[in-house]
């Protein structure tokens, strides 16, 4: 029987693939690096079977769109930040089968759900950077990208949540599910950009994330979720904070009695807030 085995809060900040190149950004992500690649050995150690990632660079504004295709593989370039990111080559298995469960299940749960096999829809870096440091072992542990809604609430996204924890129990599948996406999400304007890589925009974002983080390492998830609607609004959450709505909803919602572990200390990138954070589920047996 299948389950999720694994459920993280994860970065995927250009920085990273930066700091994994020769060039003068070398190594200034080194305990990003260092936390999702924490994240991939456990995964391996819990022999999940599928990634199924909520990538908030897969921004979708009418209904939840599923990547389903049985192989991902292409040369990739980011149209956001092509001098950062590009000529990354990439080749994973897919999970079309487990894309038709959480397909079904969120119709179920009265939702629009869309499950694409589409040759030419490929990954974003929000799915890529994560898995290039994760994922590199063979054989390589299947992907299974779900977009973020941009125009979604915390409740559909809880929802969405619910139903990829049910369509993981009738699966086959060990899963490990990915919110890939930031804590506050504030940018710079276009002048400040390059004096923010390693700053925060405003000290009110800052120390809101940490006001979420003590919430996840203490298990106050009722709390945390009464406040989500507005840390999402006030600190600009990336793709509507989808990500981690949908997290909280496998995790239970407020019956969520589990704590998050921190794999990395907060650091903020290029105005934003970014953390790793492994949280506690009931393992399958
Ligand atoms: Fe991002």
Known sequence: MGDIVLASKITHVPSIWLSLQEGKHHGIRRPAEEALAEV??????????????????????????????????ALYASHELPHFI???????????????????????????????????????????????????DEPK???????????????????VGEAIARAARRSGRRVGFLASGSLSHQFPTNALTSQYLNRISADFNAQMDHTVLAMWREGRTEEFLELLPDYNERCRGEGAMADTGMLFGILGGTAYHGRGEQLCDYFPSTGTGQVVVDFSVQLAA
Request: proline content about 5%; overall charge negative; aromatic content about 6%.
């Open 40 to 73: 991939g050995r456990r995964a391996r150690a819990r022999q999940v079977d599928t990634f199924v990632i909520a990538d908030t660079h897969w921004l979708n504004s009418s209904g939840f769109h599923l990547n389903g295709k049985a192989r991902h593989e």
């Open 86 to 136: 590009q000529g990354l080559r990439y080749s994973y298995p897919g999970d079309p089968e487990l894309a038709a469960l959480i397909g079904e299940e969120i119709t179920a749960g009265g939702q629009k759900a869309l499950v694409h096999d589409i040759p030419e829809l490929g990954l974003e870096y929000g799915t890529l950077v994560p898995m290039h440091i994760m994922n590199s």
């Open 141 to 159: 542990i299947r992907v299974l990208p779900i977009g973020c809604n941009m125009y979604s609430t915390v409740e559909e996204n809880l929802r």
